[in-house]
Nanobody
Framework: QVQLVESGGGLVQPGGSLRLSCAAS????????MRWYRQAPGKERELVAT????????SYADSVKGRFTISRDNSKNTVYLQMNSLKPEDTAVYYC?????????????WGQGTQVTVSS
């Protein structure tokens, strides 16, 4: 069975930091690209960061570039999102997503989300 479990969310003050983790099981983690998304109340889910299987290629939304860092440890089947200089507008539920596209089909898995709240 496939499972993605996010952790590390919580309440932080503006300017603070959090490190989110997403632990994967039930599939060949290293062959999947991993993404972090977030969704705030009343807003659409948005892509925050992407990392490919070997960790050598990453991309970020403009709103988080320079503040957030995505990384992965394939030996631990875990992807991370280091969030620094947090702003109130970063408040959202953060989700990890594993995906792989092959000839003739795709695989796509989502975690349950973890809440991040940035507030004084």
């Amino acid at each position: 069975q496939v499972q993605l479990v996010e952790s590390g969310g919580g309440l932080v003050q503006p300017g603070g930091s959090l490190r989110l983790s997403c632990a994967a099981s039930g599939f060949t983690f290293s062959t999947y690209r991993m993404r972090w998304y977030r969704q705030a109340p009343g807003k659409e889910r948005e892509l925050v960061a992407t990392i490919f299987g070997n960790g050598g290629s990453t991309s970020y939304a403009d709103s988080v570039k320079g503040r957030f860092t995505i990384s992965r440890d394939n030996s631990k089947n875990t992807v991370y999102l280091q969030m620094n200089s947090l702003k109130p507008e970063d408040t959202a539920v953060y989700y990890c997503r594993a995906s792989r596209t092959l000839f003739g089909g795709t695989s796509d898995y989502w975690g349950q989300g973890t809440q991040v709240t940035v507030s004084s």
